[in-house]
């Protein structure tokens, strides 16, 4: 297979036999895939300086099975990365899609929620909206979507009822629950803007993700907490 300068953000790099790196990128038509860029450690390689996270890239492949062989790297665009708390935030985002997702799946809908998620991070957005929607998006697009305007027996939400997700049933009502009706309507409808549902938003939808993810902890969570 060969593949010519599709766009592409990489979520993670690590050395590979001392002068080459192994990559994980993101494409928007061909999904997540593990490249190999050989020689792009040695002094002056053109590419080294542009193989970073959350800059949009347009890569060229080739090469058949899990692990294909990069023959080309160019920008799109000038980088504008996320810095300070904001960096973690675009590290959050990369973790959950390198943990999530199978590799060659496409997601053209969550490669564009990503892109103007990163954009919206490197322009100063409040973190909050920006992650509940991308976290929303990615459930959704990766199998894992959540029904939210009925419970688990099928009756309509109530907007004053508190209520707990069973990720295998859905809603269940329960004054313990981690939120109120109200909170999974606004989820529903996509009203991640108000800032009196993002706590209860930030439970509901971390306590799903750690569901998929096997209960194994993030290390970018980790490093927020610090």
Same mark, same amino acid.
């Given at each position: 297979?060969?593949?010519?300068?599709?766009?592409?953000?990489?979520?993670?790099?690590?050395?590979?036999?001392?002068?080459?790196? +192994? +990559?994980?990128?993101?494409?928007?038509e061909?999904g997540?895939l593990?490249?190999?860029?050989?020689?792009?450690?040695?002094?002056?390689?053109?590419?080294?300086?542009?193989?970073?996270?959350?800059?949009? +890239?347009?890569?060229?492949?080739?090469?058949?099975?899990?692990?294909?062989? +990069?023959?080309?790297?160019?920008?799109?665009?000038?980088?504008? *990365? *996320?810095?300070?708390?904001?960096?973690?935030?675009?590290? =959050?985002?990369? %973790?959950?899609?390198?943990?999530?997702?199978?590799?060659?799946?496409?997601?053209?809908?969550?490669?564009?929620? =990503?892109?103007d998620?990163l954009?919206?991070?490197?322009? &100063?957005?409040p973190? %909050? *909206?920006?992650?509940?929607?991308?976290e929303w998006?990615?459930?959704?697009?990766?199998?894992?979507?959540? %029904?939210?305007?009925?419970d688990?027996?099928?009756?309509?939400?109530? *907007?004053? !009822?508190?209520? !707990?997700?069973?990720? %295998?049933?859905?809603?269940?009502?329960?004054?313990? &629950?981690?939120?109120?009706?109200?909170?999974?309507?606004?989820?529903?409808?996509?009203?991640?803007?108000?800032?009196?549902?993002?706590?209860?938003?930030?439970?509901?939808?971390g306590?799903?993700?750690?569901?998929?993810?096997? &209960?194994?902890?993030?290390?970018s969570?980790?490093?927020?907490?610090?």
């Amino acid at each position: 297979m060969r593949v010519v300068l599709a766009a592409a953000y990489l979520l993670h790099t690590r050395p590979y036999r001392n002068t080459s790196l +192994l +990559l994980e990128a993101f494409s928007r038509e061909h999904g997540r895939l593990g490249l190999v860029a050989r020689g792009v450690c040695r002094p002056g390689h053109r590419w080294r300086p542009l193989l970073q996270p959350f800059r949009l +890239l347009r890569l060229s492949w080739q090469g058949r099975g899990d692990l294909g062989t +990069l023959s080309a790297a160019e920008p799109e665009g000038p980088a504008k *990365p *996320p810095a300070g708390p904001l960096l973690i935030a675009g590290f =959050y985002l990369n %973790e959950l899609l390198y943990r999530l997702l199978h590799r060659h799946d496409p997601h053209p809908p969550l490669f564009d929620a =990503y892109h103007d998620s990163l954009r919206a991070l490197a322009a &100063g957005a409040p973190v %909050e *909206p920006c992650l509940r929607r991308f976290e929303w998006i990615l459930l959704r697009e990766s199998g894992y979507g959540l %029904e939210l305007r009925v419970d688990a027996q099928g009756s309509p939400i109530d *907007p004053d !009822r508190r209520y !707990r997700y069973d990720p %295998e049933r859905g809603a269940v009502p329960d004054p313990q &629950g981690v939120a109120a009706g109200a909170t999974l309507l606004a989820l529903a409808a996509g009203r991640f803007d108000e800032p009196a549902f993002w706590p209860e938003m930030k439970r509901l939808l971390g306590g799903v993700l750690r569901h998929h993810l096997g &209960g194994r902890p993030l290390h970018s969570r980790r490093l927020w907490r610090r």
